[in-house]
């Protein structure tokens, strides 16, 4: 599936075309085609691996906090490898198209990377507040928490510990 965007940053206008390729996404920019693989770690923020360098990207609308990445239109500030930008993206005429709906749910926790999940100090039912360890994860020979990204009730957790998990697997919903 081929969406089509207009992005203003600062006083430049830009088309990007972002394709779904296999799992990995096509993004055209500027006449230039990067393969892009994202997976998002808490809800707002994503691992991006662009041409196979790596980057960390949070998306927040000034006006109403975490901003999801499956709605692109609206004025967002971008955090970028700890760079600022003030971006417009709206849907470009040019293609048609637009995102798929997506499944994903706000309130999803995502495993930043393939590992192995050792503890889990949450539990369904649980009430946590923001930055609250949910599940802790060995990766590379290094534990690390996954943290609630917000305030909110465990809903459920969907590994359990033992459980080798694939990078952005689905580890817990909040609700």
Partial sequence: MKSSYVVRLGGDRLE???EDAGGTLAVSLGGST????????????????????????????PSAG?????????RWRVLLD???????????????????????????????????????????????????PLVIMEAMKMQMEVRAPRAGTVRQIHVAAGQEV???QLLATLE
């Fill in 82 to 132: 700890a760079e600022t930008y003030d971006v417009e993206v709206g849907r470009s005429t040019r293609t048609g198209g637009g995102p798929g709906r997506s499944t994903a749910h706000a309130g999803d926790v995502r495993a930043p990377m393939p590992g192995l999940v050792v503890a889990l100090p949450a539990a369904a039912g649980l009430r946590v507040e923001s930055g609250q």
């Fill in 16 to 18: 990007v075309v972002v």
């Fill in 34 to 61: 990067y393969r892009v693989d994202a997976a998002e770690v808490v809800p707002g923020w994503l691992s991006l691996l662009v041409d196979g360098r790596s980057h960390r990207l949070v998306v927040v609308e």
């Fill in 66 to 74: 975490v901003r999801r990445p499956d709605a692109p239109a609206g």
């Fill in 166 to 168: 694939a990078g952005g």
